[in-house]
């Protein structure tokens, strides 16, 4: 028989051995010699930090109590794997686009770094992985006690936990604290997991083929046994199946150490391609004689013998001492390698999401070294570590080390698990918001507390037997094992009821209900479009050269300035040829170069990104977000000046038209006045030629001609001054001599004077006389002469035998309307503007002796005289309207 | 045969996603065939469960499927980003 002594001596000798792997394997990532280190094969061999004590002694145990019900926990993680690429490898992606650090922070970083979320989490996190390292100590503890038993040593299970504890403190504190690596990759503590692994595996087997072959007598035999001696039961497929295949497959996700170990360890994405197929396979491995050995137990050793040790009592009932020890070394193995990995996992949570924050705030408010953060990291770490430890040390000395192991695994299994529905809305669901993660997992926490992780302290702590009985306060509603009266028989179906199903429903109705802040949404994008975002982001990551940066700057500085800078450099440097090394001063100046062209934010994630292996952080998103701000202001500027431009350039256009337009009546009105001073001109030649020529002409002849040069010399000086009348009104150069008369006596002027063209036409006109009194302070000549004008056109275009024309007054604000309204034929509308031209005649006038000024000078009097004449649309005849201000 | 850069860029996509919609077909069929009563329609039998039927079965299932996800990460291995 193996003594107590002789398995302390190759525990000690085996951890030295690991001490050595992990110190080895330090050096050499130190030395950039990853080689092997950076293999699939022992990213898949840490992955298996997920088969604990509970694996290698817990199987066998579940296997003799509750047949097959064991393969579940593996079988969940099988499916996980074997469905890598749909959520395994997005989950990698963004832990490595994002710098994750742990679960807490993954949660955390989607919901807008949240801060209280990283807490919520990390503290679920430790009381989840309490009772599972608790779970490790008590079956180390087992495993020690098969070798005290009999012997008169001393050692109480208390003692040998509390060693155990602190000789793991010690060894997680040495390896996992060493360093602050960016990405916290730990090859010393991976490297020798993945021996753990080894060990463990090759353990379990070996145990596993003494059983068939050297004790049962062959596979046959065997399974012969495993009928005979297992537990029968009616069906395999039971809701315990299910339940226990979904919580193990959320586990190998939630599990703060496998998260460590897949995501955060993960140094490259085919890895997990490897793992894909290679863990489910170790798993199978682990399995495939865990229901022999159970059985053989079950057979040969004596009745009451406790299932969990078969693995160790079976070599040892056989008197196989060697092969005891090496299984006794594998469940070692088991037990440590978790301890460590979720110690490092869970004292990385602590530090960085609660000591760090709380020390900033207290102590260093502003501008903290950076040496300072750093030990403060570090010896949170490792206080974390020993306190994380102390925690699952308390936990296995409250329960009594009674429990057996398969129940306490799971009621960490549920704990973890209830980060999942945020976990899955993190990758898939855009609306996932902060507030709906805070509110989902803190219901789900406190649910799993209430109806499984106190219950499983069996009444001695907080919640009392006759509450686990009969309800808080005696309320049946709320048994803690058959909540709001439904009665689910087997605890643990009813936790994770309960607790996942009202998390999923309040994280999924709150975060419908809130909405999302602007770095939530953010990191949403970054999450959910991992895969876009990581392939341009793989262009300028890790590993960037001097030429990779070179062309970069081509690109930005321009193949000259580029390459006039790297030479400055290179010469700094000492090197006539080639390019710079890259150091911080090349760095910044490209920077400040970069700025110039692109902004300054722009720069920096260039450069961050070109040298960082890293992605954009939110703060630099903001700031380009405010450089295309003042970009957009800029374009904006730009777009209202040429607006204006525009709008002058119209104007001018409309300018030069009117100009045109006016140079264009200039000249017609100069070929106007020639052709209206010709014609009588032309008459008067003509006559007086005659007159001096033919001394014969008799006196009535004489009289005649000379009568005719008379009245075309006076119709040309009528044209002479009505020219020079409009041109003096035109300009405004016109002198009126304004005087207090009334509407009447104007009228009554104008009346006179085309009396007798009215009588000989035989035109009748008619005066309504309503506002005929009304007082005017006005040029009455002037006023006359428009009146005398209309009048006279009235009665000279009339077609009719007797034309009529009506004279109306109506005042009008503060203006007085005098309408002239004929029977004539009218004035086409198109006309209507036109007939007020230099010179213009109706087209239908017909017999019309004047030069077409007449209209032309009304106006221009009218509009001397602060009134004005229009031409109105009329049904029958020509209407028009003289506006004169009422003094 | 299509020398269009193009159509032959097209081409690799549609392999990518059929390869990819195949990934997704393993641990469906994993599902089915582990976590639903299927599992006890092939290990039943007359007065309970077929012992060594269930081991097979389960076994065998399990053994497929390391198999399946084998031959499937060699066909995405190429799909992977890494640094």
């Given at each position: ?8 001596t ?12 992990a ?29 604990t ?8 145990g ?6 097959f ?28 686009t ?12 989607r ?13 679920m ?13 008590q ?22 936990a ?17 360093n602050?690596d ?28 003494f059983?068939?072959w ?17 537990p ?50 170790y798993l ?17 050793l004596?009745?009451?013998?406790n ?5 160790l ?7 196989r ?13 088991s ?6 990995v ?8 602590a530090?960085?999401?609660i ?10 408010r ?14 949170s ?7 994380i ?21 799971l ?8 980060v ?11 609306n ?7 509110c ?5 926490f ?13 009444g ?15 309320i049946?509603?709320?048994?803690p ?5 439904v009665d689910?028989t ?10 996942l199903?009202?998390n999923t ?8 209900a ?31 050269t ?10 930005i500085?321009?193949?000259?300035d ?10 700094k ?10 150091n ?5 100046t ?9 902004g300054?934010?722009t720069a ?13 952080t ?29 709008k ?11 100009l ?5 009546q ?18 008067i030649?003509?006559f007086?030629?005659?007159?001096r ?5 008799s ?7 000379s ?15 009505e ?6 009104l ?39 006389d ?9 040029d ?11 009048v006279t ?24 309307n ?9 004035i ?18 017909t017999?019309s ?26 049904s ?9 201000p009422?003094? | ?23 997704f ?7 089915c ?5 299927l599992?006890?329609g ?12 269930v081991?097979v ?27």
């Amino acid at each position: 028989m193996l003594s107590f002594n002789v398995i302390a001596t190759i525990c000690v000798l085996y951890v030295c051995v690991l001490f050595a792997v992990a110190a080895l394997a330090e050096r050499r990532a130190r030395q950039k010699k990853l080689g092997f280190l950076h293999s699939p094969l022992v990213y898949t061999l840490s992955i298996s930090v997920y088969c604990t004590a509970w694996t290698f002694y817990g199987s066998v145990g579940s296997a003799a109590r509750n047949g097959f019900e064991f393969l579940t926990i593996y079988l969940g993680p099988t499916i996980v794997f074997v469905g890598w690429w749909w959520f395994l490898r997005k989950l990698v992606r963004v832990g490595r686009t994002q710098r994750i650090t742990s679960i807490a922070d993954l949660i955390s970083s989607r919901y807008g770094k949240s801060n209280a979320l990283a807490v919520i989490v990390t503290l679920m996190a430790i009381l989840g992985s309490t009772p599972y390292i608790a779970l490790q100590l008590q079956s180390l503890t087992l495993s020690f006690a098969v070798f005290t038993e009999g012997s008169t040593s001393e050692t109480t299970p208390a003692i040998t936990a509390l060693f155990i504890a602190i000789g793991l403190a010690a060894f997680t504190i040495f390896f996992g604290t060493r360093n602050l690596d960016a990405n916290e990759r730990h090859h010393g503590v991976v490297t020798a997991i993945a021996l753990e692994a080894v060990v463990k595996l090759v353990a379990l087997i070996a145990v596993g083929i003494f059983v068939v072959w050297g004790v049962s007598g062959g596979p046959a035999n065997t399974l012969t046994l495993m009928e005979a001696r297992l537990p029968e039961t009616t069906s395999v497929f039971t809701p315990r199946w299910v339940t226990l295949t979904f919580l193990s497959a959320t586990a190998i996700i939630c599990l703060p150490r496998m998260f460590q170990v897949i995501v955060v360890e993960n140094s490259a994405e085919k890895h997990l391609a490897t793992a894909s197929w290679a863990f489910p396979l170790y798993l199978f491995l682990m399995c495939i004689f865990v229901m022999p050995i159970a059985a053989t137990g079950l057979n040969i050793l004596p009745e009451g013998s406790n299932p969990d040790l078969f693995v160790l009592t079976i070599p040892l009932a056989e008197n196989r001492e060697a092969l005891a020890a090496l299984a006794f070394l594998g469940g070692f193995s088991s037990a440590t390698s978790m301890v460590i990995v979720a110690a490092i996992a869970l004292s990385t949570m602590a530090s960085n999401h609660i000591v760090l924050p709380l020390w900033l705030y207290f102590v260093q408010r502003r501008n903290p070294e950076s040496d300072d953060v750093r030990t403060v990291l570090l010896r949170s770490r490792r206080i974390s570590i020993a306190v994380i430890l102390g925690f699952g040390y308390l936990y296995f000395i409250l329960t009594g080390g009674t429990t057996a192991l398969a129940s306490i695994g799971l009621v960490a299994f549920l704990g973890v698990s209830q980060v999942l529905p945020a976990l899955i809305g993190a990758l898939f669901w855009r609306n996932a918001t902060r507030i709906g993660a805070i509110c989902g997992i803190t219901t789900g926490f406190v649910i799993w507390a209430y109806t499984s992780f106190l219950p499983s302290f069996g009444g001695s702590f907080i919640l009392s037997q006759s509450v686990l009985q009969n309800g808080p306060f005696g309320i049946e509603f709320l048994r803690p094992q058959a909540l709001f009266g439904v009665d689910i028989t087997d605890p643990l179906i009813h936790a994770v009821f309960w607790s996942l199903f009202l998390n999923t429903l309040v994280f999924l109705c709150t975060s419908l209900a809130t909405s999302s802040s602007p770095l939530e949404r953010v990191q949403t994008q970054q999450f959910i479009n991992v895969y876009a975002q990581s392939a341009q982001f793989r262009s300028l990551n890790e590993g960037v050269t001097p030429e990779d940066l070179f062309i970069l700057a081509q690109r930005i500085l321009g193949r000259k300035d580029a390459g006039a800078l790297f030479n400055i450099f290179s010469q700094k440097q000492g090197r006539p040829n080639g390019l710079p090394e890259i150091n911080m001063e090349l760095l910044q100046t490209l920077e400040r170069e970069f700025a110039g062209s692109v902004g300054a934010a722009t720069a920096h994630s260039m450069i961050t990104q070109a040298v960082g292996n890293q992605a954009i952080t939110v703060e630099d998103l903001i700031a380009v977000a405010d450089e295309t701000v003042q970009v957009i202001e800029y374009s904006a500027q730009l777009e209202e000046q040429s607006a204006e431009l525009t709008k002058s350039a119209n104007e001018l256009r409309i300018a030069n038209d009117k100009l045109t337009t006016l140079s264009a009546q200039k000249d017609d009105f100069l070929s106007q006045v020639s052709h209206e001073l010709r014609t009588p001109m032309t008459s008067i030649r003509s006559f007086s030629g005659i007159l001096r020529s033919d001394e014969q002409l008799s006196t009535q002849e004489l009289q005649y001609f000379s009568g005719i040069i008379n009245d075309e010399s006076q119709r040309l000086t009528r044209l002479l001054d009505e020219i020079l009348d409009l041109s003096f009104l035109e300009s405004g150069r016109v002198k009126l001599n304004r005087s207090n008369t009334t509407l009447k006596k104007v009228l009554n002027s104008a009346l006179q004077a085309t009396q007798q063209t009215n009588a000989n036409a035989n035109a009748e006109v008619i005066v309504d006389d309503t506002s005929i009194d009304t007082q005017l302070y006005t040029d009455v000549d002037r006023l006359s002469q428009v009146f005398i004008n209309l009048v006279t056109n009235a009665v000279k275009y009339s077609n009719k035998a007797t034309p009529k024309l009506k004279i109306t007054c109506t005042p009008e604000d503060g203006n007085l309307n005098i309408t002239f309204q004929d029977n004539g034929p009218g004035i086409p509308k198109d006309e209507q503007t036109v007939i007020f031209e230099k010179f213009s005649k109706l087209s239908n006038a017909t017999g019309s002796t004047g030069v077409g000024l007449g209209l032309a000078i009304s106006q221009e009097i009218m509009r001397n005289l602060g009134g004005a004449l229009v031409c109105l649309d009329s049904s029958a005849g020509a209407k028009f309207q003289v506006t004169i201000p009422i003094k | 045969m299509n020398d269009n850069p193009i159509a032959q860029r097209d081409l690799s996509r549609r392999k990518q996603r059929k390869r990819t919609e195949l990934s997704f077909g393993i641990p469906v069929i994993a599902v089915c065939l582990l976590v639903s009563p299927l599992l006890n329609g092939f290990t039943t039998e007359s007065g309970g469960t077929n012992f060594s039927g269930v081991i097979v079965y389960i076994f065998g299932i399990w053994g497929a499927l390391i198999l399946a996800a084998f031959l499937m990460s060699r066909l995405l291995n190429s799909d992977t980003v890494d640094d």
